[in-house]
């Protein structure tokens, strides 16, 4: 017996009062299915086991109208037992028809016959179904049991019939409760608890059970073993094997034999149980009296009483939402008896009836999208505000299931719009998903020029997402045709035109036109006032942004026209995304990274607000090139690491965001030290078919970079030439884009070609110079540095160094640094090139470009240097000296104090502390405390430093 200790106590105390001659009663009570009539078995058997006469009886609903059902019951059996039959030829005795009185005399004297041979267990299963002649008796004979070595056993279920059934006679000793009252002791029986559930689980698949699915079932059921049985029958019927039932796969179950089961319980006396309860199972837990009343089709009142009357027999429950069932179980079993058509209309009645009377939105919608077609204006309002509601907290799944729902529910003139928006869901999940969604979407879109326009721009930036920019160009050239040919509004034939030159000029078909006027301050104005449109204005702004760039003389007027673009509004993240990103990298080549990092940083946590894996892979795409243009190669590696772990999965091709992190990832892999995995990444990622078209080039700068720096000069050097060969092709020779020239140029001098080198080297520079980007030049600066006349590399070098600091391309610099102070040795300036060689170190330490940092180590040692860590930055770079100096200034001590706290001089304190606060990075004392106060205080007073640190504290 499961969780039924204190239960077969109580059994084995009152068989021991019996045997002693003490009568004893007890009632076992509890809902359908608790295993009330197991116990009574189980005491029979044990009652027989020690020498006890047993009599049972069992009521059912059907025979409550049969006066003495069960006192016949029990008198039959009595007759069967030794010693009774003396008793029953005395005059009155029970085969008499005499009153009911004087039969349950005659039976309390079989009773008291039956006991001089052996103590007696009389049993009686359900008492709420017996009839009220044999209640009477039953409480005739609690009240005799006194010095009778008899135990009176009765189970009384919660399943009790309704007032109607019951009769007017049925009080006090005629009803159940009354009985009940009479009883010596009563035990309300629980559901299992998770050790018995644990077992059985274990029994039914043959192993372990898991704890989830333990607590999944037990929820399921509440413990109820007739439900857990129940439960465990229906995985069976499923052909559920052991190792695919999860807690999941419970929750949805709903064996239809507990239904009919309750139903034959309850059904008494009332034929619309069933359908009261079918409405509860759509409606819980927010069930109602009038809520009921609507889908039955019966009086509110009736519905009332009904729902009172199953509350009470502990099938259903009432909470603070209103009233559903009791065990989960039960729920999902009457829902899985309703034919699909029957649970459609009670979700439909059920969603017109919280309509009108005002429930709350998500009630509504909840049946909305379980229910057949309302053909009301008022639902499809209800299903979009849903899906919006949806969207702003990032739930996709529900908000496609919302609009996808409200298709149902639009007419013409509503479905362009909603399809259009499904298609932005699908966009979020993955752009190939997308074009299939969206080419539906304007096939299905009949006439209506601006809503088809919309849809088609929609198709076109998925299609470009996937790396297929021809076909989102063919997409746009043609609506762009129609466009005119139908005489649209002049505003969204501009609109269309300028994204029409967007992608040319991705797709290297097309050249940005020269402006007529030189660009000024009222250019942005003169956009303003033709386009009133958001969306046009932006995208005019965004190809004047691009062309600019990828013209590579107007700097100013692509930063501005970017600032412009990225200013104007978008009702959702996925609103033209690809163009906004694009134009944070116009903002980032053009030297603006910072700013180009705010704009990365807030489209990604839009998008990751409103769930869009796609627009957040691309964001963090874009964040990838932008950390690493400035040095931050955690930040690099982290972004571009989530791009292709929480992005879409790339299909038979790469798409745009995996492609563009994949170059970005394997450079930052290099420079932080993993070559193995870097050359994983760049190297041996499949087919360069695989790759979009517009991000090849950029893969083969990095992979031709990466050769290089492996000693595979001539395979690297061809890569970069197929960059810069697909780059000219395409019309895009901005060294702000690729600096390719100067890599190739490089290679070209590691195998002797001078000239191929100084030749590349004077274009990439007249071009950077031409496009004033502080990065791309220093960049070109530092090749025509390195290949330049001796006499003149040491400014030169001076001068990239200069243009990087002020670009904060902070890797770069520690290049730089490291080739002038690698050039300074060379001219035997030992000292001056020790300290570019120690800054480009601590440059290169901050950037963790573990691969430079060693480069530069050996360096230092070469000049002279002694690298006493393994950092120059940062609290584990302080010297002993410096260590005490800043713990002493942190609590408070001037340096006249510290100075005669640590036997040095004034001067030594203050050289200690501005080392300090450039190794901290910080301006001044307020800010040492912050930084020192995970650090060891010095004791009030200081011992006398051991020579050798003295000598360090006054060098």
């Not at 076909?471 to 649209?488: D, Y």
């Not at 980032?588 to 796609?614: P, Y």
Request: proline fraction near 6%; charge should be negative.
């Amino acid at each position: 017996m499961l969780s039924r200790d204190s239960e077969m106590t109580a059994l084995d105390g009152a068989l021991a009062a019996a045997e002693a001659g003490m009568g004893a009663s007890l009632l076992l009570e509890g809902g359908i299915g608790t295993g009330k009539s197991h116990l009574v078995r189980a005491a029979l058997r044990t009652a027989r086991s020690r020498g006890f006469g047993t009599v049972s009886a069992r009521a059912r609903p059907g025979e409550r109208s049969r006066d003495h059902g069960v006192l016949h019951q029990i008198r039959d059996q009595l007759l069967c037992l030794p010693g009774t039959a003396a008793a029953q030829q005395e005059p009155g005795g029970p085969g008499g028809p005499g009153r009911g009185d004087a039969q349950a005399a005659a039976v309390h004297r079989l009773i008291t016959a039956a006991t001089a041979a052996a103590p007696l267990l009389v049993a009686i299963d359900d008492l709420q179904w017996t009839d009220g002649p044999s209640l009477r008796w039953l409480g005739y004979l609690t009240a005799r049991l006194e010095g009778l070595p008899v135990f009176l056993l009765a189970t009384l279920g919660t399943d009790r019939p309704g007032p109607a059934s019951e009769g007017a006679g049925a009080q006090g000793a005629e009803s159940p409760a009354g009985v009940a009252s009479f009883f010596h002791r009563r035990a309300v029986l629980q559901g299992l608890n998770a050790d018995s559930v644990a077992y059985l689980l274990s029994s039914f698949t043959g192993e372990l059970a898991d704890p989830a699915l333990v607590e999944a079932c037990r929820t399921a059921t509440r413990g109820n073993p007739l439900l857990l049985q129940a439960l465990l029958r229906e995985l069976r019927r499923t052909g559920l094997v052991p190792g695919a039932v999860s807690a999941h796969r419970v929750a949805g179950l709903g064996p239809v034999e507990v239904a009919e089961t309750l139903l034959t319980r309850l059904g008494d006396g009332c034929s619309e149980v069933g359908a009261v309860l079918d409405a509860v199972s759509i409606t819980a837990p927010g069930a109602s009296g009038p809520l009921v009343s609507r889908l039955v089709g019966i009086g509110a009142g009736e519905a009332a009483d009904l729902l009172h009357r199953l509350v009470q027999q502990g099938v259903l429950t009432e909470g603070e939402e209103g009233i559903g069932f009791a065990q989960p179980l039960v729920m999902a079993s009457f829902r899985a008896r309703m034919p699909p058509s029957e649970r459609a209309r009670l979700h439909a009645e059920a969603a017109r009836a919280l309509y009108a009377s005002s429930a709350p939105r998500e009630r509504i919608t909840a049946h909305l999208l379980s229910a057949a077609p309302l053909g009301e204006r008022w639902a499809l309002r209800l299903l979009v505000d849903a899906a919006d509601a949806a969207l702003a907290g990032g739930a996709l799944t529900e908000a496609r299931v919302c609009l996808e729902r409200g298709l149902a529910e639009c007419g013409p003139e509503e479905e362009p719009e909603l399809l259009r928006r499904l298609g932005h869901i699908e966009l979020a999940d993955g752009p190939e998903p997308a074009v299939a969604r969206l080419r539906r979407t304007v096939g299905l879109i009949q006439g209506g020029t601006e809503h088809r326009a919309m849809a088609l721009l929609d198709l076109a930036q998925a299609a470009a997402m996937t790396g297929d920019v021809p076909e989102a160009l063919r997409i746009v050239e043609q609506e762009s045709a129609e466009l005119e040919r139908s005489g649209a509004p002049k505003e969204l034939r501009a609109g269309f035109r300028a994204v029409r030159g967007l992608l040319q000029m991705l797709d290297g078909r097309g050249a940005r036109p020269k402006p007529a006027c030189p660009p000024s301050p009222s250019f942005p104005a003169q956009l303003s006032e033709v386009a009133r449109c958001p969306w046009v204005r932006r995208a005019e702004a965004a190809a004047q942004a691009m062309g600019a760039q990828w013209s590579g003389t107007q700097r100013a007027e692509a930063v501005q026209q970017a600032r412009l673009a990225l200013g104007e509004p978008a009702a959702t993240v996925n609103d033209h995304a690809l163009m906004r990103l694009g134009l944070v990298l116009v903002l980032a080549r053009s030297g603006a990274v910072e700013e180009a990092l705010e704009h990365g940083a807030a489209l990604l946590a839009a998008a990751t607000e409103e769930g869009s894996r796609t627009v957040a892979a691309l964001a963090r795409a874009v964040l990838a090139e932008c950390a690493f243009r400035t040095g931050r190669l955690t930040a690099c590696l982290e972004a571009a690491q989530g791009v292709l772990e929480e992005g879409p999965e790339p299909a038979e091709r790469e798409w745009l965001g995996s492609a563009m992190a994949r170059g970005w990832l394997g450079s930052a892999l290099y420079e932080s030290g993993d070559l193995d995995q870097a050359q994983r990444v760049l190297l041996e990622a499949g087919p360069e078919s695989a790759v979009p078209g517009v991000t090849l080039p950029g893969l083969l700068f990095h992979r031709g970079r990466l050769q290089v720096a492996l000693g595979r000069v001539g395979p690297g050097l061809a890569d970069l030439e197929e960059c810069g060969r697909l780059l000219l092709h395409r019309g895009w020779t901005n060294p702000a884009l690729w600096p390719w020239r100067s890599e190739a140029a490089l290679a070209h001098a590691r195998l002797g070609d001078e000239e191929a080198a100084r030749r590349l080297v004077r274009e990439e520079l007249a071009l950077a110079r031409g496009f004033g980007a502080p990065h791309a030049v220093g960049i070109a600066l530092r090749a025509a540095a390195l290949l330049g006349p001796g006499e003149e590399r040491a400014a030169v070098l001076a001068e990239s160094a200069q243009l990087l600091r002020e670009a904060g391309a902070a890797l770069d610099e520690a290049r730089v640094l490291r080739d002038l102070g690698r050039e300074l040795m060379r001219t035997r300036k030992a000292r001056q090139a020790r300290e570019h060689l120690r800054a480009a170190a601590a440059l290169a330490e901050k950037c963790e470009a573990h691969v430079l940092v060693q480069e530069l180590r050996q360096d230092m040692i070469e000049a002279g240097a002694r690298p006493r860590r393994d950092t120059e930055i940062g609290p584990a770079s302080l010297t002993p000296a410096e260590r005490r100096t800043a713990l002493l200034a942190a609590e408070g001590l001037t340096n006249r104090e510290i100075a005669g706290r640590l036997y040095v001089t004034r001067r030594t304190v203050e050289m200690h502390l501005s080392r300090v606060y450039r190794k901290l990075s910080i301006s001044d004392r307020r800010a040492l405390s912050l930084v020192t106060d995970d650090e060891e205080r010095p004791a009030a007073a200081c011992p006398p430093l051991p020579e050798h640190e003295a000598a360090e504290s006054c060098a």
